[in-house]
């Protein structure tokens, strides 16, 4: 049986998608999700991650996953992922030139962190003398942990890559062939975005808030706990009508934020290439369920929005239909899936 696990270890819940490839369909053959420790993900300490591999090891058993191949990903907001232009250069010089461009960009010592490259599209496709290039760069502490949760787990590593990377593999090929796609992850931590051009990443960027500033905002303007406050965000969502608009006026300022930084990667895009008009933003992440986001996005940045669905075009028994308002949050594990 050739299949692989997609494993997802997200600061709120670890999310597990096991998919066979046969021929040219992609099947579902296993998936579950299991509530992360609270805090354990941030810490180095040996018990801590042994909890949660045994954790993600309980996950693997409860879903009666069949192989221990398993790709990861890693959380955006610990790695360094940027689309670069860099001379037309032969495979052997742009070894050399990525370790003079990296220290350009990664703000850490490079011998300290794990650098690698794709050639997105060379001379001939940009129409320029220069190549694009996606440079990424993840501290090689982070990579080990990874990697000693999995084994601890028993579990094979077998690839590891960035979140929204994996995501935008899941969900590229639900776009129904509209040619340039922006695809949003609203995380815990971090809001991600990607601009995908013909199939291809051509601009990415990570916006420091995400569902738990949110939260906190309701928390705060409520006097409620978090997990209260989290609950009132999940059930009322940002909608205007609900609660008088309160939870909304909440969360505006942060809402502001993320919208204008959006709003800034869209120009900077367009005035890069002038002909291209974003077609769709599809919203991936926990947060992108809340009630009334698409909406408001929609609304804010004058484009179409869609929640992901990255379970199209998936071969699933009946058994896996109750996924389907779940998409949001599986797209990372089902793009790790699908690599």
Do not use: C
Not at 114 to 131: A, C, H, P, Q
């Amino acid at each position: 049986m050739d299949s692989i696990i997609g494993l997802d270890i997200g600061s709120h819940s670890i999310k597990l998608v096991e998919i066979e490839r046969r021929k040219d369909e992609a099947i579902l053959l296993a998936t579950g999700s299991i509530p992360t420790p609270p805090k354990v993900l941030l810490s180095a300490n040996p018990e801590d991650i042994e909890s949660i591999a045994m954790v993600i090891k309980k996950l693997w058993n409860e879903t009666g996953a069949h192989t221990k191949n398993v790709n990861i990903a890693l959380p955006e907001s610990q790695v360094f992922t940027r689309v670069i232009e860099v001379p037309q250069l032969s495979d052997r010089e742009l070894t050399s030139a990525i370790k003079w461009e990296a220290e350009q960009y990664i703000p850490m010592p490079l011998d300290q962190v794990t650098v690698d490259f794709t050639i997105l599209r060379d001379s001939r496709e940009t129409g320029t003398n220069k190549m694009e290039v996606l440079l990424v760069a993840s501290p090689k502490t982070l990579v080990e942990k990874y990697v000693t949760i999995l084994e601890y787990a028993d579990l094979i590593p077998v690839a590891v890559e960035t979140e929204i990377i994996a995501a935008s593999r899941a969900l590229i090929r639900t776009t129904g062939g509209v040619r340039t796609v922006m695809i949003v992850s609203l995380g815990a931590q971090t809001t991600d975005l990607v601009i995908v051009r013909n199939g291809i990443l051509s601009f990415t960027r990570s916006i420091s808030s995400g569902g738990e500033a949110l939260s906190r905002a309701v928390a705060q303007s409520f006097g409620f706990e978090i997990s209260q406050a989290e609950e009132f965000k999940k059930t009322y969502g940002i909608e205007k009508d609900k609660l008088e608009g309160k939870i909304l006026a909440a969360v505006q300022p942060i809402m502001d934020t993320i919208i204008g930084e959006m709003k800034r990667a869209i120009a900077f895009y367009q005035e890069k290439y002038k002909d291209e008009q974003i077609g769709v933003a599809i919203l991936s992440g926990g947060t992108a369920r809340v009630p009334g986001m698409v909406v408001y996005m929609a609304e804010n940045l004058g484009i179409e929005v869609q929640l992901a669905n990255p379970w199209i075009g998936i071969v699933r028994d009946a058994r896996f239909h109750v996924l389907d308002n779940e998409g949001p949050v599986f797209s990372v594990a089902v793009g790790l899936a699908l690599r």
